[in-house]
């Protein structure tokens, strides 16, 4: 039977990126999951404070995220939604992990230093790059990794951008079984959503990110239709007013292209809707992805805004509070065999 794990973190409201990489697919597994399947989703609250939070907004934040996965289709009946916070097995597996995780291998991976760059961009420019890199920043696809091993999830769906860091969650159990010789760790697979990486609308070489301070860089899966078509409609492309797909020299109309196959309710490719625009011009190519891309987000937006006041938010924190009485338990499970085969005695 498959346990599905996968994670968010509440840094805003989610973009057509987290939408198209994650979130679809996190509701097409659901809906083909069978009576045996565990499916999880976790808030990740913990990874979202490795970059300075304001606690007040990332409560309201957190509240938001789940209203948002609900929106888009998630049914707490057959998904258990938490966060990562309540579940403080996550953090207790990830330092027992730390304890045989490689600082050579984490010092590879990509996201810290992206995470840098905007810290730089920042202004804060005075420090030397190491007091400015948070420990957490640097060790956070540890916890990433406990956040799933602590399920013994067999299935994690991703975005395209986090393919490294799953590698290392199963870096993390070679490492663990290997240092205590026992087989206790499940090695996750990871299922990359078959959208390719949605890209930022201002710059098409940086992904699209909650982050970023540009908000014209990115359409919110709670945008209202004219906002869609304006930021459809500015988005940058290139001077060339033909329609090709190609994603290298041309990666504005190429995210276009990409988006328009995405939401399209038939199945197509890139060049095939390349050349169903030939001899059209760009113009044409953005008005007909603003328009595929609000009747994919069509509903959403209200049933957000309904979710959220539905009793004063009670509604929302009674969803939680079941989802991480489900998720601890789970989590106790895996802790469980640490005792159990004695490996506890062997760490500490
Ligand atoms: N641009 C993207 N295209 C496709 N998939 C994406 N994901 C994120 N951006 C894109 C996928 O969304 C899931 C949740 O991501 P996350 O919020 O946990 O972290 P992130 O990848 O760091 O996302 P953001 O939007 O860029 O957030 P910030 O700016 O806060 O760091 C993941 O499965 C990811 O692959």
């Known amino acids: 039977h498959a346990v599905i794990f996968s994670g968010i973190q509440p840094t805003g409201t989610p973009h057509l990126g987290n939408y198209l ?13 069978g009576d045996e399947d565990k499916l999880l989703f976790s808030i990740v609250d913990l990874h979202a404070i490795t970059m300075p939070q304001d606690a007040e907004a990332l409560r309201t934040r957190r509240r938001e995220m789940l209203a948002a996965l609900l929106a888009i289709g998630l049914d707490p009946e ?35 230093k992206s995470k840098l760059m905007a810290t730089n961009k920042a202004g804060d420019l005075d420090e030397e790059i190491t007091s400015r890199l948070k420990l957490g920043l640097f ?18 769906p991703v975005g395209d951008d986090q393919k490294q860091h799953l590698e290392f969650a199963r870096e993390c159990v070679t490492n663990f079984n290997h240092t205590y010789n026992q087989k206790l760790l499940v090695s996750p697979e990871t299922l990359t959503a078959p959208s390719p990486r949605v890209m930022s609308l201002r710059d098409p070489y940086q992904k699209m990110s909650k982050s970023s301070p540009n908000e014209r860089s990115r359409i919110l899966i709670t945008s209202t239709p004219t906002e869609i078509r304006q930021r459809i409609m500015g988005a940058v492309t290139d001077s060339i007013n033909m329609i090709t797909y190609e994603r290298e ?81 789970n989590a106790e499970e895996t802790m469980r065999l640490f005792s159990v085969t004695h490996v506890k005695e062997n760490v500490y």
């Open 21 to 33: 990489g994650a979130m679809r697919q996190w509701k097409r597994l659901q809906d083909i999951a």
């Open 78 to 112: 057959k998904s258990t939604l938490f966060y990562q916070s309540s579940v403080m097995q996550h953090t207790e597996l990830m330092w027992i992990l730390s304890c045989t995780a490689s600082m050579g291998y984490l010092s590879r991976m990509t996201q810290y």
């Open 139 to 156: 060790s956070y696809p540890v916890l990433q990794a406990a956040d799933i091993l602590v399920h013994r999830a067999t299935h994690v």
């Open 249 to 329: 020299d041309r990666p504005g109309v190429a995210n276009l292209i990409e988006l328009i196959v995405q939401c399209s309710s038939e199945p197509t490719t890139p060049e095939n809707v390349a050349d169903s625009f030939l001899g059209a011009n760009l113009g044409d190519l953005k008005a007909y992805c603003a328009e595929a891309v609000v009747l994919e987000l069509d509903g959403i937006r209200e049933r957000f805004t309904k979710l959220l006041e539905r009793q004063g938010g009670k509604y929302l924190d009674d969803i939680e509070a079941a989802g991480a009485e489900i998720a601890r338990q």
